[in-house]
């Protein structure tokens, strides 16, 4: 069954850094979203992406982030200048279209800042 | 404005036992509504969605759910819990730009365990 991969499993990093996040979505699928589920809270909408722009952002997504699908199979979430209430589980998510069908969901990249 | 509430942080029940997790939306139009578990570990999965017709919906490992309008509610249902359904429950509804359902606003979640 086809299935969202998302690299690196886990990542530490150190406050400051730049975090680059990797996904390979679903490969006939044509909408990519991040989604991000700080440690007790409810998971987030955080982007979603097609056509190579975002459609969609919610107020979280600021200027720190910012996404990219640089060779077609790839989708990046890039964090500039982490900070320590960036430490959360980070989930790509991706969907055939954006109309009564679901997304399917990575396993999550866990990033910690210290 | 759109949110979801699951009144149920945590939950434990006896194997085989029914279960029953209670999800309330507020969405001004017609909701998109999902449901996707979370085992320790993994990513979320989809039991099951709604978007129209039919009220009773059938997802897998033998999970239903039930749109009430009337209530704004989509609670989900099992009538025999097998101790493999240890989980944490995440109730969504679709709230994206023109009628997109992959904007996804999620509950809080339910912690689902199951005594032997």
């Known amino acids: 069954e086809p299935e969202v991969t998302q690299t690196p499993s886990h990542q530490v990093t150190q406050m400051g850094q730049e975090v680059i996040l990797r996904c390979v979505p679903i490969?006939?699928?044509?909408?990519f979203y991040w989604y991000r589920q700080i440690l007790g809270q409810k998971v987030e909408f955080l982007v979603s992406f097609y056509n190579n722009e975002i459609s969609e952002k919610s107020e979280i997504f600021d200027d720190q982030f910012s996404v990219e699908r640089p060779d077609g199979s790839n989708f990046t979430l890039k964090i500039r200048s982490t900070k320590l209430e960036d430490s959360a589980m980070y989930f790509c998510?991706?969907?055939?279209?954006?109309?009564?069908?679901?997304?399917?969901f990575g396993q999550g990249t866990r990033l910690t800042v210290v | 404005a759109q949110s979801v509430t699951q009144p149920d942080i945590h939950i434990t029940v006896s194997e085989g036992a029914s279960l029953e997790l209670r999800c309330n939306y507020s969405y001004g139009a017609t909701p998109y509504l999902f449901w996707y578990v979370q085992s320790p570990g993994q990513g979320l999965q989809l039991l099951l969605k709604?978007?129209?017709?039919?009220?009773l919906v059938q997802g897998i490992k033998g999970f239903e759910a039930e749109f009430k309008r009337s209530q704004s509610s989509f609670n989900l249902r099992k009538p025999s819990v097998h101790w493999s359904d240890a989980a944490e429950y995440f109730c969504a509804v679709g709230a994206g730009i023109g009628g997109a359902t992959n904007k996804l606003i999620f509950g809080t979640g339910t912690l689902l365990a199951v005594q032997p």
């Open positions: 998510a991706s969907s055939e279209s954006q109309i009564r069908t679901e997304a399917f």
């Open positions: 490969s006939n699928h044509l909408y």
């Open positions: 709604y978007f129209s017709g039919d009220t």
